[in-house]
C-alpha cells in the first residue's frame, strides 16, 4: 500500500511562521519594500477625479425641466463633487445658481437634477455644496 508523502507544513512549522510574522508586525515591518505613503499615492493615482459622468435618470431629468448647463456652470458642479469627495461625502447635494444635483460622489455621477419650479426635498444626502 502506497502512503502519499505529507506535502503540507507541519504544525510545528506553521507556528514558527506565525509567531515570526507576529514579531514582526509588532516592528512594523511585516511587508518589506515600499513605504505605505508611497503604495498609497501611486494607486491614487494623480488625485484628481475622472470627469463627472450623468446618470441616465438624470440626463432625462435634465432634458425634461429644459435644463442646460453652461461650461461655467459645468465646471462648479465639478468643483463641488470634488469638494464633496475631498471632505468624505459619499451622497451629496452641490448647489450651482438655482439649479440643484445630487451627485453619488464616490462613484463621481450625477444622479439627478431639480431646478426651482419644484419641490425642493432632499433625502439620503450625507453633506451639501453650495457653489
Do not use: C, W
Not at 502512503?3 to 507541519?10: D, G, L
Not at 513605504?35 to 440626463?59: C, V
Not at 459619499?90 to 438655482?98: F, G, Q, Y
Amino acid at each position: 500500500m502506497n502512503i502519499p508523502v505529507n506535502q503540507f507544513p507541519s504544525i510545528e512549522q506553521m507556528t514558527q511562521q506565525l509567531n515570526a510574522a507576529k514579531k514582526a508586525a509588532g516592528s512594523g515591518k511585516l511587508y518589506q519594500g515600499a513605504p505605505f505613503d508611497e503604495i498609497l499615492k501611486s494607486k491614487q493615482g494623480t488625485g484628481e477625479l475622472p470627469e463627472l459622468k450623468f446618470s441616465k435618470h438624470a440626463n432625462e431629468r435634465l432634458a425634461s425641466r429644459n435644463i442646460d448647463l453652461t461650461d461655467d456652470q459645468l465646471e462648479r458642479l465639478e468643483n463641488g463633487a470634488r469638494k464633496a469627495s475631498e471632505k468624505g461625502m459619499t451622497e451629496s447635494l452641490v448647489m450651482v445658481d438655482n439649479l440643484a444635483f445630487i451627485v453619488s460622489v464616490k462613484n463621481n455621477t450625477v444622479i439627478t437634477a431639480v431646478n426651482e419650479g419644484e419641490d425642493r426635498i432632499f433625502t439620503n444626502i450625507d453633506g451639501a455644496v453650495i457653489m
